[in-house]
């Protein structure tokens, strides 16, 4: 493992996709794999791309990983989507595509394993980024689905989220009923060639000003209320972009709104905002997972559920049974 880890590092593919397989497949693994590479983090800048199924998404991140190599980025490409495996390039165009084949390390695709439990599939989805982030890769583009929390976490924890929307989806708009409005710095419609594009456009600047944020987030906080005076440089202001991911259109204009904000990110207080936010996001998740393995090997099941038991049949309350098994920890 120590091999694999140190030709992970140097950017070997298929040192990275074993070390991924391990860590999804063993909790142990990624701690080991985690300790290892943590101290070379950090560099990467993480976009989520997040959206109703059949938005297009894969098609989207497929574009901008293309846009990102022909500025000679190297590109990370993480799929969390049960619906729709990705099929490791199959769907990439066929520059990116021979130049893969032909062993290009710069671009490296993963779908991430939708077995186990949501918590675990989004600790071995933070796990995987830090692996390409020390493996050197420049972004690391993340699909998640917009549908339940794990996936909004998923994304919440990159530094620059997309929200995709498409036209003729239903004439509520998906992301704000799912409520990932909220976690967006740059709203795409795609398939803007579809009728109804700009209606979409227009209804999402009209919650954008009148929505919780006010279509601002100041240092990776949403100003509830913005005034005249905080419109200035440290505020991001939420774009609405239009894309055909099919044909590109919108593609190079939305690469440079993904740059302005990592910039808006580095010359505000912003990036470290995000890093602090996800970092104690992250303790926390681990803390609470190590917590719950401690107490399940310290109290059996039979006992843990026998107290359950209990609780159920108004024998004890909630907080005498934890109180026992508090008790049964020390
Ligand atoms: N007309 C049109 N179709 C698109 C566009 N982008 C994606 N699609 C199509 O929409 C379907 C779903 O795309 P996909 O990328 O799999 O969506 P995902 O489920 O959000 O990942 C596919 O058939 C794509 O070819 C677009 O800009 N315009
Ligand atoms: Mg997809």
Redesign the pocket.
């Known amino acids: 493992m120590i091999d694999w880890i140190d030709k992970a590092r140097q950017g070997q593919p298929r040192a990275i996709a074993r070390l991924i397989t391990r860590l999804e497949n063993s909790d142990e693994a990624a701690q080991q794999i985690v300790k290892a590479l943590y101290p070379q983090t950090g560099q990467a800048h993480i976009v989520g791309v997040t ?1 109703a ?8 991140v497929n574009e901008l990983a293309k846009a990102f190599r022909r500025q000679d980025k190297r590109v990370g490409i993480i799929a969390v ?1 049960p619906s ?1 495996p990705f099929t490791g390039g199959a769907l990439l165009g066929d520059r990116v595509r021979m130049r893969d084949l032909a062993g290009d390390s710069g671009i490296f695709i993963r779908s991430m394993a939708s077995r186990g439990s949501l918590g675990g599939l989004s600790r071995a989805t933070a796990a995987a980024a830090k692996v390409l982030d020390a493996a050197g890769f420049d972004l690391i583009l993340i ?1 998640t689905v917009g549908a339940g929390q794990a996936e909004v976490d998923i994304a919440g924890a990159a530094h620059t989220t997309l929200v ?1 929307e498409a036209p003729g989806m239903g004439d509520d708009i998906q992301s704000i009923k799912a409520g990932i409005l909220e976690i967006a710095d740059i709203l795409v419609v ?5 009728p109804g594009a700009a209606r979409t456009v227009r209804s999402l600047k009209t919650m954008l000003q009148l929505g919780p944020t006010g279509g601002t987030r100041h240092h990776g906080r949403i100003i509830t209320t913005p005034t005249p005076a905080e419109v200035d440089e440290s505020v991001w202001q939420i774009p609405v972009q239009e ?4 044909d590109g259109t919108g593609i190079e204009a939305l690469v440079d709104t993904i740059e302005a904000h990592r910039a808006h990110l580095r010359a505000t207080d912003g990036w470290l905002a995000r890093e602090k936010e996800r970092s104690r996001r992250e303790v926390r998740t681990l803390l609470q997972y190590r917590f719950m393995a401690r107490l399940e090997t310290a109290v059996s099941a039979n006992d843990r559920d026998e107290l359950i038991t209990a609780v159920a049949r108004r024998e004890l309350d909630p907080y005498t049974a934890v109180d026992k098994l508090f008790g049964s920890m020390k």
Do not use: Q, W, Y
């Open positions: 959206g199924p059949g938005s297009g998404k894969s098609t989207l989507d729709s699909e995709i795609n398939k803007a060639d579809r894309t055909v991911s099919t």
